[in-house]
């Protein structure tokens, strides 16, 4: 058996262990997203737009996880509404903000990698580049959107006569208890796997200039910057939907 | 949080996050003209002209169209400021390696004095400013829309930044020898702090601190375990990139320093809720304690893995691609640019999984168990 394979079959094992019916659920969206992605590569190599394959796949993959992660189906609604709109708002900063500090494709770290490769490629980069922001910042927007989403619905359910205005100060003040750790899972996800390229700088003594203007850093560190606005644009978004549903619910009733 | 401030109502309280907001916007202004702070000499390109634009073919009929360009610019610092200079640049239209460049862009110049003409090649663009400015709105959304834990959230992750710097450059110092040793360690450090920052100093901290470091000590040991009985069939670290060490314990350090934001996230999660309930509802027994946070931990879980997953395989996209269009099977693409990132968010995945049960029993033990067992008592 393979590594992966090996190591694929435990995680499920645990999954169902400490889960159960949530846990397969966990897993399969897990697998599920891995299948989106490389499906989207592949469309993306048989020259289909990017980016639009990027928003496609970034609904579904909303979807999947957000409807899979939860089990509150009200709040998972909302949970999906909210993060979709996160994901277009996100796409309308990261276009621009690509296009300014052009960091697509390959730095010169990576020339040991494409040694004998073609580069004639045919498809824009900075479009593939636009694509990887927005995919790698999927999981976070879904994570915030749950988390914001599960903690009003549970306020709810405890204090169901809660006025509105206090449901939406409510929803910050998770917000600002999910903010810190989420930062930091973002920050050591990202800088955890880029260490072997920092230990790169620090051996071959690049300036502070040439670490700020470099390719592959600016590019990874404008990543964890979109998945950090992407959360706390989250955080508004979400508590505002959850609020506009509660009242629609509301208005119901009175009906 | 939001409206803490409405009682104060000083005016330092209300407007801090729009002062500091208006102070980076002046910084990154700052930055936009900051050439002479460089040693290498910046030009500044004033026109392009296109001199041609051919189709090219390889060898796999993938299509491209070269474009030859020549960039006309000044020089904005150093001893040849204010001079003109022409410079011609090939670029490739899908951009994987080279650059088209357009008029206002700055770049860096690799200058060759000949026979007394000065000329030059462009050696990289200049991304200082657009790096700024990012830094700069996400500093702003934060601090405006989340204040004071905003601030802590930054404070915490600027704390990371420099210990992991530091970290780096240690790891250098010692040619890179005892790397797990140094991230190993580091990674308590890095747990301690920023649970001190988000939480402070007290039970819960140090609980949550130490089912961080059990659920991320556990993981890298099952993953030792499996690599052992598998033989490691199918991590291919010869695909790891920048690797300029001994690649097994550095893809181990990666995935230490890449969980454990996740893990930490997580205990904090459970255990703050546990906390909560035990507060709520102070007879609760140590069974139903472990039992409410599995729950928790299994809602969580599924979502975090995720999180995960898309910052380690996303970022392998591009070269993905360029495997894919050089004619390689997918399954040999697979191996040798995304299996890495798959092996780590597998591994990442099962600390997340085994952090639950660790994180409860540990709350159980601490204060469910002591509390019963103090009743007993009475």
């Known amino acids: 058996m393979g590594t992966i394979t090996a190591l694929g ?29 490389f499906f989207a590569m592949v469309l993306m190599a048989f020259h289909l737009p990017p980016v639009l394959v990027t928003l496609v796949t970034g609904v579904i993959v909303l979807a999947m996880t957000i409807f899979l992660g939860g089990n509150d189906s009200s709040s998972t609604m909302v949970a999906f509404y909210a993060s979709v709109a996160v994901l277009f708002l996100l796409v309308i900063l990261i276009i621009p903000v690509e296009h300014w500090a052009q960091i697509q494709g390959f730095g010169q770290e990576d020339s040991e990698d494409l040694e004998g490769m073609s580069t004639i490629l045919g498809i824009s980069y900075l479009n593939v580049a636009i694509s990887t922001a927005i995919l790698s910042t999927l999981g976070a927007i879904a994570e915030a959107a749950i988390a914001i989403a599960a903690g009003l619905a549970e306020i709810l359910e405890q204090h169901p006569k809660i006025t509105l205005k206090n449901l939406q100060n409510a929803g910050f003040k998770v917000g600002s208890q999910i903010i810190g750790t989420t930062f930091n899972t973002l920050f050591f996800g990202f800088f955890g796997g880029f260490l072997a390229l920092f230990i790169w700088f620090a051996g071959v003594h690049y300036s502070l200039g040439e670490i700020l203007n470099d390719k592959i850093l600016v590019g990874e560190v404008l990543m964890v910057l979109f998945s950090m606005m992407s959360v706390i644009a ?20 009175l009906k | 949080m939001i409206n803490g401030t409405k009682d104060t109502h000083s005016f330092w309280q209300r407007w801090w996050p729009y002062l500091v907001v208006i102070l980076g916007a002046l910084l990154v202004l700052g930055v936009a003209h900051d050439d002479q702070l460089y040693q290498t000499p910046i030009l500044k390109i004033q026109s392009v002209k296109q001199i041609s634009s051919d189709k090219q073919t390889d060898q796999f009929n993938n299509e491209d169209r070269q474009v030859e360009q020549a960039l006309h610019g000044v020089i904005t610092n150093g001893p040849n400021k204010g001079k003109h200079l022409q410079i011609d640049n090939t670029f490739l239209k899908s951009g994987a390696t080279t650059l088209g460049y357009h008029t206002g862009q700055k770049v860096f110049l690799t200058v060759h004095h000949h026979q007394g003409r000065l000329s030059a090649t462009i050696s990289n663009l200049k991304r200082d400013t657009a790096l700024a400015f990012t830094v700069w709105l996400t500093i702003s959304l934060l601090l405006i829309m989340m204040r004071f834990s905003g601030f802590m959230a930054l404070a915490s992750v600027v704390v990371n930044g420099v210990l992991f710097w530091l970290a780096v450059s240690w790891n250098t110092n010692t040619q890179g020898g005892i790397v797990l040793v140094i991230f190993g360690g580091l990674a308590i450090v890095f747990a301690a702090l920023t ?3 988000v939480i402070g100093f007290n039970r819960q901290m140090l609980m949550t601190l130490l089912a961080t470091i059990g659920g991320t000590a556990l993981s890298i040991v099952v993953a030792l375990i499996v690599f052992a009985l598998t033989h490691e069939r199918g991590v291919y670290y010869e695909s790891m990139q920048y690797v300029t060490q001994l690649p097994r314990p550095l893809f181990l350090a990666e995935t230490i320093l890449g969980s454990l934001g996740a893990v930490m996230d997580e205990s904090t999660d459970i255990i703050a809720s546990l ?5 709520e509802k102070p007879d609760i027994s140590a069974k139903q304690i472990f039992k409410s946070g599995r729950q928790i931990g299994g809602e969580i879980m599924g979502p975090l893995v995720n999180v995960l997953f898309f910052i380690f395989v996303a970022e392998t996209l591009p070269l993905a691609l360029l495997f894919l269009k050089n004619a390689n099977s997918w399954g ?47």
């Open chain 1, 9 to 37: 079959l435990l995680l499920l094992i645990c999954m169902v262990a400490v889960g159960g019916t949530q846990g397969l659920q966990a897993w399969i969206s897990l697998i599920f997203n891995f299948g989106a992605l």
């Open chain 1, 234 to 253: 989250t955080i508004p978004l979400t508590t505002w939907a959850m609020v506009a549903s509660e009242r629609q619910a509301r208005k119901k009733f």
């Open chain 2, 195 to 197: 649970l001190l920052i």
């Open chain 2, 275 to 279: 906390m909560a309930l035990k507060t």
């Open chain 2, 332 to 378: 040999y693409t697979f191996n040798m640019t995304m299996s890495l990132g798959v092996v780590q968010s597998l591994i990442s995945g099962i600390g997340i999984v085994l952090t639950i049960p660790l994180a409860c029993g540990i709350t159980s033990l601490m204060i469910g168990g002591h509390k019963s067992w103090g009743r007993l008592q009475h």
